[in-house]
């Protein structure tokens, strides 16, 4: 681990960085299932980070190694409704052969902090710790009381982290109102005049499904016209290609009416291809929030060349857009047709709050201070995080994990993605905006 530079008082700013490569260096993967075997260390890690300014972390074992860590900031007015700053320590897995470099070791190089988790979500992490301890080690307290969560799981849909949290320890979470956490608050430059900075105010719905065809089983060289695998691959066929309505939700209009702005152009959503074409790699995330969508994922059938299996089965990746479940839940089952079993393996809802408020003027103000181009502009994430988790304690969600990044990085391409960096001095400039943004919510 770093060491901390001595005989000097250290800024957030100048620890950051060494802070994200530490959390980088600690391999969290979640393959989704009972393993993780670096998150126990992370939450050590982290708890000792805030123990030594202070603070008294508890850490939250729901499994073996799967571990979370939690604190409360008292704030100059612990009256005034709490605001929780939550992340995740895990990450998705990554194979080094794919990678520029070693997706585990916190490298620097070209400006950038690589690993995996550099970005979803362990920038963030480290922004955070850099914030608390530098506002603690001079003894500025927060306006209100602030709670850090640090969790586990929310790659594998949050069952031994935020969900095991609220379901176990709600009081951990009392009196706060407002969260903010990953997926928002980073840049797009439209021009040298202006610069959005995307808040995530809403995310789909997840319903992460197994297919199920039962056939007869027979020999391979025989005629079956009740052969599983045929069944079950003419319906994920069909799911793969289907085109599904466009449903324009607040969040996306509101993203919409912003664009059009600032390109000065109307923005037909019925019409997107040439709007999207312009976002570059942003469009990825921005894309699939006027649909619906089901992506075939897995397949599986089977045991031996020469035998016809009695059972086929397939995975599907479902999303759906806030207020659209019952929807695409009947679009899917007519598009299955009736021999297909359909059963969740994962389900979460939707979430989506307005973009107004004292929190969204502080993210506004706190991102114009150090960038005076900025704008803050709602959007709809098209996967999901832990705000659903604390959504259900009545908690409103905002992704706002500030970074200024250069035009030509693919940032949307970074999440689960090869080669995921980021830069120094987004990190150094997240680090400033959260700083403005804790003084004036």
Not at 22 to 48: C, K, M, Q, W
Not at 359 to 384: C, F, K
Request: aromatic fraction near 8%; proline fraction near 5%.
């Amino acid at each position: 681990m770093s060491e901390p530079n001595a005989g000097r008082t250290v800024s957030g700013e100048d620890e950051v960085v060494d802070l994200c490569r530490d959390l980088i260096r600690i391999d969290t993967s979640n393959y989704g299932d009972h393993s993780g075997p670096g998150e126990r260390a992370a939450a050590e890690y982290v708890a000792e980070k805030l123990a030594e300014v202070g603070l008294e972390p508890q850490i939250f074992e729901s499994h073996k190694g799967r571990a979370s860590t939690v604190a409360r900031i008292e704030g100059e007015d612990p009256s005034r409704p709490a605001l929780l700053i939550h992340g995740h320590t895990d990450v998705v897995p990554a194979n080094a052969e794919d990678w520029t470099h070693d997706p585990f070791a916190g490298e620097i190089a070209d400006g950038c902090v690589w690993g995996r988790g550099a970005v979803d979500m362990k920038d963030m992490d480290a922004m955070t710790l850099a914030v608390v301890r530098d506002r603690l080690r001079s003894g500025r307290k927060p306006p209100r009381d602030i709670v850090l969560a640090f969790l586990a799981d929310e790659e594998a849909g949050g069952t031994f982290g935020a969900r095991y949290l609220v379901d176990n320890h709600p009081g951990l979470f009392e009196g706060v109102t407002e969260a903010i956490s990953e997926v928002g608050g980073f840049s797009y430059t439209v021009d040298e005049n202006r610069r959005l900075y995307l808040i995530q105010t809403a995310e789909k719905g997840i319903h992460w499904m197994r297919l199920t065809v039962e056939g007869t089983a027979g020999h391979g060289s025989m005629i079956n016209k009740d052969n599983a695998i045929t069944e079950l691959c003419e319906a994920v066929a069909r799911v793969g290609r289907h085109k599904w309505p466009v449903r324009v939700t607040k969040s996306v209009r509101s993203f919409l009416d912003e664009l059009s702005d600032a390109f000065g152009v109307p923005v037909d959503p019925e019409d997107m291809e040439s709007t999207l074409a312009r976002l570059g790699g942003v469009a990825k995330m921005i894309g699939t929030t006027l649909y619906n969508t089901a992506t075939p994922t897995m397949l599986d059938a089977g045991y031996k060349a020469n035998v016809i299996p009695g059972q086929a089965t397939a995975h599907v990746d479902g999303r759906y857009l806030p207020g659209y479940e019952e929807e695409f839940l009947a679009d899917l089952d007519r598009i299955l047709g009736p021999r297909v079993k359909r059963e969740d393996i994962h389900s979460n809802k939707a979430v989506e709050t307005t973009f107004d408020g004292k929190l969204v003027e502080a993210m506004q103000s706190a991102l114009v201070a150090e960038d005076p181009i900025a704008r803050a502009v709602p959007y709809m994430l098209s996967g999901g995080t832990d705000a659903k988790s604390f959504d259900d304690l009545g908690i409103r969600g905002f992704g706002f994990a500030p970074l200024k990044l250069p035009p030509e990085l693919d940032f949307a391409g970074m999440f689960h993605g090869v080669d995921e960096r980021v830069p120094v001095d987004g990190l150094q400039f997240g680090v400033r905006v959260l700083d403005r943004f804790i003084d004036l919510c």
